[in-house]
């Protein structure tokens, strides 16, 4: 298997109901134009019995209404609102905002369009100075920030007009079962913008808005009822960073009840996904809140009455990337170890975009670890062909708040495929395994890395592994546990590579696009009133330790775990004489694994390979 493999895979996103009882979804795959960079295409598609794409140009966030299919395409790099008639001919252009369009919901009877956009305001040119008095003023994939709120519009007979201007971003958007009123999430002042706490409000057509709830902690997946309340999923940072969402339900009296608690949508890591998944509450033919529920290392599908009772609807052998109902059937994207998304009614696979071009994938073997403090620790082995002793890569998760599971990881059976047996598990502060458990409760670097070296000790004992030939590598959090683990445990790696990692809290909290509030929630701390334990906390402040060869991958626009970390890394170990390399991605950021470019991606899993092969 190699690399290449890549180019040819096909990924099904942004499910949705379609016209005539069929769904509807996005299907991206990879051009190779012969004097460009390779990118990726996504088309508006229908599954009736077969394959049959709605659109030849980028569609992206489809919704069907009435006569027309809504999606959004670029158009001179800002995205516009399209429809697409269903009797026939080309589609519309609606919107020609200089900002481009954000989001938008259309009304039930389908003669409005609430829109999200920061309208005609264009940013500086990229030459030209940039004054902030807010923040975040940069985030991952997006670049520098525009000043700009992003604001509530209302298209209405073929005209858009600002609804609601607030100082701060509107986030979501959900119109109610009348269509006659709005309800929206915002940060009320740039202080809970900063601490990641919204708001619900709501809106009538003639611009009166009123507060409903929140300023506690964050607000989302807005599910409005026909008896005129509202369901959503909420929490108040009780737990700091690890802490698990609610699925409450907002009568139209005001009162709040609470439904459910859990990991909701699909935490599981996968490097075999473009677009978007449907995973936040919405309601079933039955009065059920359907929602995704991360648990034990599958994304299942759970239905929750507005009563509060509880019932899982999907198999624990695969994960759900998405859902929704058509002509009250249920439909979804499913995915698990060895396929990427696939279309699916019920448990039955209608369409898998990858069959005949994926090989064959083994399943990993499930380890159950059992931890001297009493819980169990979730992982699985990858073995490569052949009696072994092989060598072994501990391969960490990033995070910390995710898990792996259910999902196709492909990288790990690359690394599989050239001979290297891979173990990676769900250390406490993974998600699926209940709340006491995803809070790392300011312990980083200390129970979870009980957890790792535990796993690993057992997989050794258990099957055909060489002890001698061990490598520790991971992306984000798991850049970070790379780190800290080669810098605390000096003899224990023969290789390791730390991509997108985190070396300084310190320097972090100033530069990542969210350093502030995460630092804050995840350590309890600010430089200015506990400046030693975020330097305790720190693998820059054990580095004089590290012996182990390193490979240092790093993207150049990566804003959530910004380069300087990574430079800061190899620079103290090359210096100290550590053999290093510094594997660095121009125009990417804190997704090149994910969904960079394709070649890009290609040559990040060619220079992992080629430093195992080295070291292993």
């Known amino acids: 298997m190699n690399t290449d493999l890549l180019y040819q895979l096909r990924f099904l996103s942004d499910l949705t109901e379609g016209p005539a ?24 598609a ?102 700009q709120p992003r604001e509530l519009w209302l298209w209405e007979d073929n005209e858009a007009k600002p609804l609601v201007k607030f100082s701060q971003d509107i986030e979501e958007v959900a119109w109610n079962t009348p269509g006659d009123r709005l309800f929206f999430t915002a940060s009320a002042t740039p202080q809970e913008r900063w601490a990641w706490v919204q708001r619900a409000y709501q809106v009538g057509l003639d611009g009166r808005v009123e507060e409903l709830f929140g300023g506690v902690g964050p607000v989302g997946g807005l599910e409005p009822t026909p008896d005129g309340g509202l369901v959503y999923l909420a929490h108040a940072w009780e737990r700091g960073g690890g802490t698990q969402s609610r699925l409450y339900y907002r009568g139209r009296n005001g009162v709040i009840r609470l439904l459910a608690e859990g990991s909701f949508l699909n ?70 170890f060895t396929r990427g998304a696939c279309l699916a009614r019920g448990e039955e696979v209608l369409y898998d975009p990858n069959a005949g071009i994926l090989p064959e994938l083994p399943t990993p073997q499930e380890v159950r670890h059992q931890a001297p403090e009493g819980h169990t620790v979730q992982g699985w082995v990858l073995l490569p062909e052949g009696e072994g002793p092989h060598p072994v890569i ?76 061990v490598a520790v590598a991971g992306g984000s959090y798991g850049g970070y546990m790379t780190n800290w683990l080669t810098a605390r445990h000096p003899d224990r ?35 200015w009133e506990n400046p030693e334990l975020l330097w305790q906390k720190s693998p820059l402040s054990l580095a004089h330790q590290v012996q182990t060869p390193t490979l240092v991958v790093h993207s150049e626009q990566d804003h959530r775990c910004p380069i300087d970390q990574g430079e800061t890394w190899y620079t103290v170990l090359l210096q100290k004489g550590v053999p290093s390399r510094f594997f660095r991605v121009p125009e990417e950021g804190h997704e090149l694994s994910r969904s960079g470019r394709p070649d890009r991606r290609i040559a990040r899993l060619n220079a992992y390979l080629e430093w195992f092969k080295r070291y292993l």
Request: aromatic letters at 12%; hydrophobic letters at 35%.
């Open 267 to 336: 935490s599981v890591n996968s490097d075999m996904r473009i677009g978007a998944g449907s995973q936040t509450p919405k309601l079933g033919p039955d009065g059920r809140v359907y929602v995704v529920v991360t648990l034990e290392g599958s994304a299942r599908l759970l239905a929750v009455t507005l009563e509060g009772q509880a019932q899982l609807v999907s198999s624990a052998e695969s994960s759900t990337l998405g859902f929704v109902f058509c002509n009250n059937e249920l439909y979804t994207l499913s995915e698990n």
């Open 394 to 469: 501990l391969y960490i998760h990033g995070g910390p708040h995710t898990a792996f599971g259910n999902a196709p990881m492909l990288q790990l059976q690359l690394f599989r495929d050239a001979g290297f047996a891979v173990a990676f598990c769900n250390p406490r502060g993974s998600t699926g395994y209940g709340q006491d458990f995803t809070d790392l409760g300011q312990r980083w670097g200390d129970i979870d890395e009980k957890d790792l070296l535990g796993f690993l000790d057992e997989v050794l004992t258990r099957f055909p592994l060489d002890p001698s030939r």
């Open 46 to 147: 229908t599954w009736d019995g077969g394959l049959r794409f709605l659109t030849q140009g980028e569609a992206k966030a489809p919704f069907w209404r009435g006569n027309y299919i809504y999606f959004t395409r670029k158009v001179d790099k800002a995205s516009q609102l399209f429809r697409l008639p269903l009797a026939g001919g080309e589609a519309e252009q609606l919107t020609q905002f200089k900002s481009g369009v954000e989001g938008y919901k259309v009304s039930p009877d389908g003669s409005r369009i609430a829109l999200l956009t920061r309208g005609d305001y264009e940013p500086p040119r990229p030459d030209e100075p940039r004054t902030y008095q807010t923040w975040p003023v940069k985030f991952d994939a997006r670049g520098l920030l525009p000043e």
């Open 21 to 44: 009882g069929k769904p509807l979804f996005i299907y991206t795959d990879i051009e190779r134009p012969e004097k460009e960079p390779p990118r990726y295409r996504s088309r508006l």
């Open 493 to 527: 790696f023969k290789a390791a590579v730390t991509d997108r990692s985190i070396c300084n809290w310190t320097s972090f909290y100033g530069a990542s696009d969210i350093g502030p509030r995460f630092t804050f929630l995840e350590l309890g701390s600010r430089p």
